[in-house]
């Protein structure tokens, strides 16, 4: 094993999304205070240096894999950087808009009927259209000014324990060939050591699945032990003839393509200068094996509502993202042996209102809260830690997330059962029928075959002018890997494959992942899986709804994947 060399820092962040860089912004916000208040004599004891924070972005640059809708509740933001929509010029934060209309459609193939009043939590007043893409480019200029360190294209691979605790990660090695030898430009990862290791990976973060793989039931907070649902976001960026839609326009929709058994829906935000946000929200917790999240996408868009804003207009860009569904009671332990878990890692999402930035933002300041208590103490102890879980319990994010604690397991049951329980919690301040809806993780969710011989959609041959293959979408993803490495997707028994899931499922891998990374082809004997993992893009769609959950997704070298903007 190469030598690896030692980093040491006192917070180690994970990621550099809302969640890691709101983490990192508040700590040196409290720590330039801190350190101003014993300038100024009203404070006593040692200084603390924003130097002791450093954050570990897998993507080439920061904001390279953020991907949201994104209609953003501003509340965090606000909270984080109280002038951050009075400042003018280059610095002001990049808001596309404010919403100006919001409008909800129940969908059936050919018809549409909209919904004369709007629910309260499809309400939009006061929120922004952004691209959480060019929010992260934005808050990490912040973060970088601030003085934390933050360490692009470096992923972290593997959590360290030391004494049963974790004390940092080891980062991807560099230069490593497909057969795992060290090429000539081999560079071994860093063993980066610190008190206090905040995992703000995204959705289904890969160090949070091997952290809580490890962790006894026994440490799930008491009340809180539904597993985790996602469900997949497809979206494309267009440019369409300005004029035809007015900009801060917000559109939801239920129904088709999606089955009345599916949870999901999609969505079409107008922004100024004719650029259209349209996308389409899966379940991953469907039955169907055939069912393909892209392709129901591509659907979705000639749909008479949509296909008249999109006609005529051209694709500029596409990614995918899962999006953790459970709510309150899918939340693991929020501070768990030397780590905090912020944002979609811990599942902050309110799939009510089918948003989680202002969470994500939220978590991880209160995140900053803990840790600056810890570093001005001197004490990581996990005692002192603990302290995230109760400022989140009697922060906004439980006030906002209790009252919907049901909804997800509820539209489980599909749109008309789901629609009743809703309706029930709505009266009940969340409860509906029973305290806590059970929930099944969602690839248990997943028929065979031969249960869903029915229902059969005809295939979708895309136009290349408002519907698009997988890989005419990935090419608009900018997505790139080195080739030469080792398969970032690592199937446990790909006779699995080539067997019984041929067979029970008819490997739907082909069919959930959106960017035909995934293909049977004719072996010598049968056909066989074939990866092409140079076309992913990291949404994690593979490792959640695999029906034998064989497949482990981990960070490719540092720096791969795609290279969204705008999106
Ligand atoms: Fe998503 Fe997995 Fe496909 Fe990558 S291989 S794009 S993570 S489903």
């Known amino acids: 094993m190469a030598e690896r060399e ?3 820092t006192t917070v180690l962040i994970v990621g550099a999304g809302p969640a890691g860089l709101a983490t990192a912004l508040r700590l040196t916000q409290l720590i330039h205070q801190h350190n101003s208040e014993i300038d100024h004599g009203s404070r006593q004891g040692r200084k603390l240096s924003t130097e002791e924070i450093c954050i570990l972005e897998k993507g080439r640059e920061i904001g390279s894999h953020l991907l949201s809708g994104a209609v953003m509740d501003p509340r965090a933001l606000r909270e984080l950087l109280p002038e951050f929509d009075s400042v003018e ?3 002001s934060a990049p808001i596309a808009c404010p919403v100006a209309r919001d409008e909800v459609y129940y969908l059936t193939e050919r018809g549409q009927w909209k919904l004369p009043i709007l629910p309260p939590f499809f309400h939009n007043s006061g929120n922004k259209i952004v691209s959480l893409n060019r929010l992260g480019r934005w808050l990490g200029e912040k973060v970088e000014q601030s003085g934390a360190t933050v360490f692009a294209g470096f992923a ?70 539904n597993p985790q649902t996602y469900a997949v976001g497809v979206k494309e960026l267009w440019e369409i003839p300005s004029g035809r839609i007015e900009p801060g326009t917000v559109i939801h929709s239920a129904g088709w393509p999606l089955r009345s058994d599916q949870f999901g829906g999609g969505w079409l935000y107008a922004m100024p200068e004719g650029m259209i946000s349209v996308g389409l929200v899966s379940g991953l917790d469907y039955r169907d094996p055939r069912f393909d999240p892209h392709t129901a996408f591509q659907r979705y868009k000639t749909h008479p509502l949509i296909r008249r804003i999109l006609e005529g207009g051209k694709l500029v860009k596409y990614g995918a993202k899962s999006i953790p569904e459970g709510g309150w009671y899918s939340l693991p332990p929020l501070s768990l042996s030397g780590t905090l878990l912020v944002g979609d890692t811990a599942g902050f999402l309110n799939s009510q209102r089918l948003k989680g930035i202002h969470l994500a933002i939220k978590s991880g300041m209160l995140a900053a809260e803990t840790i600056y208590q810890a570093m001005a103490a001197d004490d990581f102890s996990d005692e002192r830690m603990s302290e995230y879980a109760l400022r989140v319990e009697n922060s906004w994010i439980r006030e906002e997330l209790w009252p919907v604690r049901n909804f997800h397991q509820a539209m489980q049951n599909g749109l008309l059962r789901g629609g009743v329980h809703v309706a029930l919690q709505l009266l009940t301040g969340g409860r509906g029928l029973y305290a806590r809806y059970p929930s099944r993780p969602g690839n248990e969710h997943m028929a065979k075959l031969l249960q869903e011989a029915e229902n059969i959609q005809p295939p979708l041959v895309p136009d290349g002018k408002l519907t698009f293959s997988k890989t005419t979408d990935v090419f608009h993803s900018a997505t790139r890997h080195e080739e030469n490495q080792p398969s970032h997707l690592l199937i446990a028994d790909t006779n699995i494959c080539n067997t019984r899931c041929t067979v029970e499922y008819g490997n739907p891998c082909q069919n959930f992942c959106p960017a035909a990374v995934y293909e049977m082809v004719e072996g010598k004997q049968r056909r066989e899986i074939h990866l092409n993992p140079s076309n992913c893009v990291h949404c994690k769609t593979c490792d959640i709804m695999d029906p034998y959950q064989i497949i482990t997704w981990v960070p490719p070298e540092g720096g791969g994947g795609p290279s969204y903007e705008n999106l």
């Open 89 to 91: 010029g280059p610095e």
């Open 6 to 8: 030692r980093f040491d």
């Open 156 to 225: 972290g691979r593997e959590l360290v324990y030391e004494e049963g605790r974790v004390t940092g990660v080891l980062t991807d090695d560099k230069g490593v060939d497909r057969a795992g030898n060290h090429k000539s430009n081999f560079e071994p990862g860093y063993h980066v050591r610190a008190r206090i290791t905040v995992l703000a990976e995204g959705s289904r973060g890969s160090l949070a699945k091997q952290l809580l793989a490890n962790t006894p039931p026994s440490r799930i907070p008491p009340g809180r032990s």
